[in-house]
């Protein structure tokens, strides 16, 4: 099938482990895995009944998906590869990106070229085209604001569409494509980046990292690095221990509910959101009601950060999730806050 002089435009495994393609290191099984290299073949593949009918599992560097059980159905990766440059009128860059680059590695691609904007997010598991889905967000950055528009596969309709980034929706940790997981696969990022920008290093810990570093007036490069020593430190590596970052998102409250939350709980974190919204720190909700380094097997809580659930070695998604309702239990009982998670559970 498909097999060109450039190699193949995909490969299909069947009853094929998802352990090493996904960062808790769970043990899952799809029926069917399909690994596109070509974006091409992705049309081919979709007009196949299998595909109409029910919808694939798509799977980035699986760094922000939990599996509990096996995946019955198609699982697909796109490995597809390639930074375009499509327009440089010497204030911003006009990039086009494929779903399958690693996120870190266009982020120092973007740096070397002079661009500014992903410093803040450098280091974030996963691809590119994973990005978009849940906005990834770091030190005061998310995505939403560098995207232009989003390529994706529209199974409704059965063809390749280009959303623009008003038409994605992005939300705090969140999108169209988030909200309607079974309809779009996303093929390639378009993404706007200026030479220009006030480097925003305002975040708690940013502006300390950088006086560590003995930097006052800092380059992208080295708010890039103050990021990634602070990721190193407070973040448990994935490729060590396995985990998937926030396992929690921030909740979301009424700016009087907040208030009067944090009136009773005066070290709870707060920060001001929009829509008469504030955000709340899950972490340390999580912290407080005694979730922070919980452990049953080898399903734990961080002692490093209190949003990460790590997997010791052979803790199964199930018992991660179990875990996590534990926690999300305690905190509710505690506080009467509801934690969301963030990575997408199977
Ligand atoms: N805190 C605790 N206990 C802890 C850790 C943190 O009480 O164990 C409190 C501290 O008061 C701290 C506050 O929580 O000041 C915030 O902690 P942190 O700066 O680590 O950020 P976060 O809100 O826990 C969010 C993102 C991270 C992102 C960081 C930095 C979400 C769900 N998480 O975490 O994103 O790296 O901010 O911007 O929004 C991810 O999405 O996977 C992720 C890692």
């Known amino acids: ?57 798509v799977l980035g560097a699986g760094s922000n998906i939990l599996f509990t ?25 006009q990039l086009r990106v494929a779903a399958g680059e690693r996120w870190h590695d266009f982020v120092l691609w973007s740096l070397a070229k002079g661009c500014r904007g992903l410093e803040n997010l450098a280091l974030i598991p996963g691809t590119v085209g994973a990005a978009p889905i849940q906005n990834i967000g770091a030190y005061g950055v998310e995505v939403a604001e560098f995207i232009v528009a989003v390529e994706a596969w529209d199974r409704d309709t059965g063809r390749l569409v280009t959303l623009t980034a008003a038409q994605c929706a992005f939300g705090y940790r969140d999108s169209l494509f988030k909200r309607e997981v079974e309809r779009w696969i996303v093929v390639a990022v378009r993404l706007a980046l200026p030479r220009q920008r006030v480097l925003r290093t305002d975040y708690a810990g940013v502006g300390e990292e950088l006086a560590a570093m003995g930097v006052r007036d ?24 396995g985990n998937a970052g926030s396992f929690f998102k921030n909740p979301l409250l009424a700016t009087d509910a907040a208030r009067a939350l944090c009136a009773r709980h005066p070290g709870l974190p707060c920060w001001p959101d929009h829509h008469g919204l504030a955000k709340l720190s899950a972490a340390w909700l999580v912290e407080q009601a005694g979730g922070k380094g919980l452990r049953e097997g080898d399903a734990a809580v961080s002692q490093q950060h209190a949003l990460v659930l790590v997997n010791h070695g052979n803790a199964s998604g199930a018992q991660l999730w179990a875990l996590a309702e534990r926690v999300r239990a305690a905190v509710q009982a505690r506080f009467g806050v509801v934690l969301e998670p963030e990575p997408r559970i199977v």
């Open 1 to 57: 099938m498909n097999n060109h002089a450039h190699g193949a435009a995909y490969t299909i495994a069947e009853n094929a482990s998802l352990r090493t393609r996904n960062s808790f290191g769970v043990e899952a099984r799809a029926a069917l895995l399909v690994e596109v290299r070509r974006a091409e073949a992705l049309a081919e593949l979709m007009a196949f009944a299998r595909f109409r009918t029910q919808a694939p599992l």
């Open 218 to 241: 800092p380059s992208a490069a080295q708010v890039a690095e103050a990021v990634m020593r602070l990721r190193t430190r407070k973040l448990p590596d994935p490729a060590v221990l």
């Open 69 to 93: 059980r096996d995946w019955p159905g198609v699982v697909l990766s796109l490995d597809t590869r390639g930074i375009e440059v499509l327009d440089d009128d010497g204030a911003r860059l």
